[in-house]
């Protein structure tokens, strides 16, 4: 409630969320890379839960294998 301007709010929220996710640790490459592998790059569709999960697998099996101190998946 201190920020001013709703758009900075909207940032902060945004760059906690991406914290408690551990996505500030993800590079931009290793994002292309996990959606080129799951065939998802140039896909006009939207995904299917099953899609979105191994995605997300993938990326943080990658993250964990980065940053194994910092990330723990079970």
């Known amino acids: ?5 709703s758009a900075y709010r909207t940032a902060m929220k945004l760059r906690r969320l991406q914290k408690a996710l551990c996505l500030d640790l993800l590079s931009l490459s290793a994002a292309c890379e996990a959606l080129d592998q799951h065939n998802l790059k140039q896909n006009d569709q939207p995904m299917d839960i099953l899609q979105v999960i191994n995605c997300l697998t993938t990326i943080y099996d990658r993250l964990e294998q980065e940053h194994n ?5 079970p």
Do not use: E, T
């Open 69 to 73: 101190n910092l990330v723990n998946v």
């Open 1 to 5: 409630n201190n920020v001013r301007f």
